[in-house]
């Protein structure tokens, strides 16, 4: 009887069933290439250590620089312009490292940058963009409050006009970046509870009255800074209030930016799950034969190899209607949400399948379990990515 000869899939080249390789130019080739050598050989060796002690590879972030991802998407002011694939593809690189390297490239990108180049004064503009696409500054943004999350028109953190300055009082909580960034993003109520009044101020770090304390403790994100941003009497010049922002839009308007983003970066996550199980299962012996050759356990890897590669479907079209300039909320939302359910599930099932060894740090899954048990509930929940379907679907909102 003939000798069976053993296949399986050709992991070195990653997870790409319906061929969107085959969609990518070479330049895409090239980002991803690049980012994805940058992940392999400077961030993946010291991720476990950085994972444990709770800190954040800072000495990795001019050689980040140097590969142009941060204000990829925007064009002038030094930020490198290119287009939504590649934006995506950056994401996608960063979050297969780890959820805490791409939320810091996300929130300095996609979420500040953005609200600098999309509603700063040209003034601000050349001030702040090239220094933190440089990284020579670094960025956060504060809009989720201890007590406002999913609902950001309810802020409390207020500026009252003073000549030529605002007053700013109150406190933003789970800011990534908070306590290494140079300005921050924020967002107050200039008139009373009127979302409508809402700004966006740029507050120096120094400035009087502002302070930030990092978030300890946490079992999810843990190489990433988080922290609590406070602000007692804090006086903020009239030339740092974002002159085009004015309303909820403005801030909701970056959110849509950086979900983009995490819906690719989910990707990277879930493939990461997905590619250690694949390796582990052909490896691991019970009863005699590999383990990847148990039906339940081909389940479970066709089951994630299929929704990664949905995503990857939904996400390539998400690019096309950004490039084409159609993209909108809605679209965001679905793919953040879609993805980062997936990645999840991926995750937990990656877990399963490694069994005890599954939970310890030898092996990538079980830090991108945790971490995304944070990217499900950060950048709008799972449940609110929902509801604003919901609301597409009936034209009837169920949140407001």
Request: charged letters at 25%; one cysteine or more; aromatic letters at 8%.
């Amino acid at each position: 009887m003939r000798e069976r000869k053993e296949r399986g899939i050709d992991l070195s080249r990653g997870l790409d069933l319906f061929e969107i390789d085959s969609l990518l130019t070479e330049e895409h080739k090239m980002v991803r290439k690049s980012v994805g050598d940058f992940v392999q050989k400077e961030y993946v060796p010291v991720i476990q250590a950085h994972h444990r002690a709770g800190t954040f590879p800072m000495n990795l972030i001019p050689k980040l620089a140097s590969l142009g991802v941060f204000g990829v998407h925007l064009k002038g002011y030094g930020c490198a312009g290119m287009d939504s694939v590649s934006y995506g593809l950056i994401m996608q690189e960063l979050e297969r490292g780890d959820s805490g390297l791409r939320s810091f490239a996300s929130v300095q990108s996609s979420l500040s940058m953005t609200a600098i180049h999309s509603f700063g004064s040209e003034e601000q503009k050349k001030a702040w963009l090239p220094e933190l696409a440089a990284a020579r500054k670094l960025a956060c943004f504060g809009l989720t409050e201890p007590d406002f999350g999913s609902n950001p028109a309810g802020m409390r953190t207020r500026a009252k006009k003073d000549g030529n300055h605002y007053i700013l009082n109150g406190s933003k909580a789970w800011i990534t970046n908070g306590t290494i960034a140079d300005v921050a993003v924020v967002w107050a109520k200039t008139e009373g509870d009127d979302p409508r009044s809402i700004r966006g101020f740029l507050v120096e770090k120094g400035t009087p009255g502002f302070s930030s304390t990092e978030v300890k403790g946490k079992f999810s994100m843990r190489a990433s800074v988080t922290a609590e941003l406070s602000f007692d009497d804090c006086r903020i010049p009239v030339v740092n209030i974002l002159p085009g922002s004015q309303g909820l839009k403005a801030p909701l308007a970056c959110l849509t930016q950086a979900r983009y983003g995490i819906a690719w970066g989910a990707i990277g996550a879930a493939r990461a799950c997905c590619e250690a199980a694949i390796s582990y299962a052909k490896e691991r012996v019970q009863f005699d034969r590999p383990i990847a050759g148990f039906q339940l356990v081909q389940e479970k890897l066709s089951w994630m190899a299929m929704e990664i590669t949905k995503a990857q479907c939904l996400s390539f079209r998400l690019a096309q209607l950004k490039d084409e300039g159609k993209l909108r909320a809605i679209h965001s939302s679905m793919a953040k949400m879609n993805n980062v359910k997936i990645a999840l599930e991926i995750a937990r099932m990656a877990r399963d399948i490694l069994g005890a060894n599954g939970i310890t740090d030898e092996y990538p899954v079980i830090r991108h379990l945790l971490n995304l048990e944070s990217v499900y509930t950060y950048e709008g929940t799972h449940n609110i990515h929902l509801l604003i379907l919901g609301q597409e679907l009936t034209g009837l909102g169920a949140f407001s």
